[in-house]
């Protein structure tokens, strides 16, 4: 991501109260919230983030996709790493992109039949010579979300295994090339991948929306200081279900505080007509340069600032945190499931 939004705080009412009852969440919650383990997780992603920075078409993108790809078949011999690589014409670089991913089959599998999307970006934001000449290995962008799907391939492969098929998605080039965002230049893994599904008349002959019934989008979670925005660019219902689980697992304090309308790779899915949701984590995260009113508002001054700098390192990922969203995540499908694919 993303883009600075205009949009100020969603708070709600008695703003110290809610403050409290956040803090009691953030000491208790975590534990026993269900099966996904957030320190494998965690372990995972120190792995990835070992390899060093991960730019569009460089070695170290490919030997991220190599160890994805061993772990999931790890997870499972049936998940089979399936790679896409295309070359974008309009970019004028040359890069060679590679989008990733594998499919769960459901228990009651049919061909052609309903599938929901699990996705995450696996590239690193590319770093300029000049002012933005640092390494940037994103550890919670997107190294950590790419790990939680992993985790979670692990739980629906077994005691979790949906009715219907589930796709775990790794974008490349989601990162905006100018180190400013630019539309042209970001969300090109997604943008590729959701336009010639869309066109793929084998996997979806009635076109994408008609198959991929949900879309769900991690991205810059696992701080310590956990929480998760409201994206008024998601679909209702998925915000919904997802406040619910929340709910259900008592870490809903933790959701929804502020809201944004974010620029990410759910935007393409929705742009054919898949409903989705972005579940990340981004007011108050980056630097106060960035946009200095940002850090003025009561709440945001306790979120630390680490987005697209050098402090988006190990030291921030909780396994705590990414217990939470891969517990939420697994409370979720099910109802997705349910009252989305019909
Ligand atoms: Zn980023």
Redesign the pocket.
């Known amino acids: ?2 883009t600075i939004a205009p949009a100020g705080p969603a708070l709600r009412p008695g703003t110290t109260a809610v403050l409290l009852a956040l803090l009691g969440a953030l000491a208790a919650c975590s534990k026993d919230l269900g099966p996904f383990d957030g320190a494998r997780a965690k372990d995972l992603t120190g792995r990835i983030v070992a390899i060093g920075p991960r730019q569009p078409g460089t070695a170290n993108l490919r030997k991220v996709a190599e160890l994805l790809a061993a772990e999931l078949k790890a997870v499972s011999p049936e998940l089979e790493l399936q790679r896409q690589s295309f070359v974008d014409p309009a970019l004028g670089n040359g890069i060679e992109y590679q989008n990733l991913w594998v499919e769960i089959p459901g228990k009651q599998r049919t061909a052609g039949g309903p599938i929901i999307a699990l996705a995450a ?1 696996y590239d ?2 590319i770093t300029h010579p000049g002012e933005q000449d640092f390494t940037f290995v ?1 550890a919670l ?2 190294a950590a979300s790419c790990a939680t799907l992993v985790e979670l391939a692990r739980h629906l492969t077994g005691e979790r295994r949906l009715d219907h098929d589930v796709w775990l998605i790794f974008f490349d080039g ?3 090339i100018d180190w400013d965002w630019n539309d042209e230049k970001a969300l090109i893994g997604s943008r590729h991948f959701a336009r010639t599904m869309n066109a793929d008349k084998q996997r979806f002959p009635n076109g994408l929306a008609a198959r991929l019934k949900a879309f769900v989008l991690l ?2 979670l696992g701080d310590h200081e956990f929480k998760i925005d409201r994206d008024t660019e998601s679909n209702s219902a998925l915000l919904e279900i997802f406040a619910k689980a929340a709910e259900r697992l008592g870490v809903r304090e933790q959701l929804y505080h502020f809201e944004s309308p974010m620029k990410d790779d759910h935007i393409p899915f929705k742009q054919q007509g898949v409903r989705v949701i972005d579940l990340i984590d981004f007011r108050f995260r980056p630097p106060a340069e960035h946009d200095p009113k940002v850090r003025d508002y009561e709440f945001g001054k306790r979120y630390f600032p680490f ?2 700098t050098k402090d ?1 390192d190990m030291a921030r990922v909780s396994a705590d945190s990414l217990g939470i969203v891969g517990n939420l995540v697994l409370e979720a499908l099910p109802v997705i499931e349910k009252e989305l694919v019909k």
Do not use: F, P, T, Y
């Open positions: 991501m993303k970006h690193s934001k994103g962008d997107a989601e990162e905006s991205d810059l987005w697209h988006d």
